[in-house]
């Protein structure tokens, strides 16, 4: 029989480290408590690499190369192209999958998000949490989207079927959106 594992959890990492007790014998009753059952203990936070001593027969500027340097954090302007490729590409997934509704840009029936993600954590739908969120924000942030809404009519469930109408609140509101959008890029293109 293995030893148990013991699990330490600090500062958003978890450690796995192999007890150092040896294996308890089988209990002989469920009502008894576990002397011997491993303790979870926090490790000690340990030092930047930078600040560590360099191992015995290595030279301190070996020690200091071996440790990988930091990654730049991404500039907003990367973030966002990477954001919108990933939306771009789930949405061409989306399209291969539910034709009748990403294909042409119509409303979308209330609670279509939820039933993506069933559909993805069933394993139906070959997509990760994040670009499907992205790749809807993306599809109901659109211009040509809040036209349609701001157009009223059905609003379309994934079989490309009606289910529902659009309100006239929520018309108003994309014909509102639409209306700050276009201001907003009159003022930028006179200034």
Not at 119 to 126: N, Q, S, T, V
Request: hydrophobic residues 45%.
């Amino acid at each position: 029989m293995t030893t148990e594992p013991v699990i330490h959890r600090k500062q958003r990492r978890v450690v796995v480290v192999a007890s150092e007790q040896p294996p308890a014998a089988p209990a002989p009753a469920i009502a008894e408590a576990k002397p011997d059952r491993p303790v979870l203990k926090l490790k000690a936070r340990s030092t930047p690499p930078a600040a560590a001593p360099a191992p015995a027969g290595k030279a301190p500027t070996e020690a200091a190369t071996a440790a990988s340097p930091r990654q730049e954090p991404l500039s907003n302007a990367e973030r966002k192209r990477r954001q919108a490729a990933k939306a771009d590409a789930a949405l061409r997934v989306l399209a291969g999958h539910f034709p009748g509704l990403f294909t042409s840009v119509r409303p979308m029936a209330i609670g279509t998000g939820k039933v993506l993600d069933a559909e993805r954590k069933a394993g139906r739908l070959p997509l990760g949490c994040i670009p499907l969120k992205l790749a809807l924000s993306a599809w109901t942030a659109s211009d040509a989207y809040l036209e349609a809404l701001a157009a009223s009519g059905a609003r379309i469930n994934l079989a490309g079927e009606a289910e529902g109408e659009v309100t006239p609140e929520q018309a108003a509101r994309a014909a509102r959106k639409l209306h700050k959008r276009r201001d907003a890029a009159a003022k930028r293109h006179d200034a």
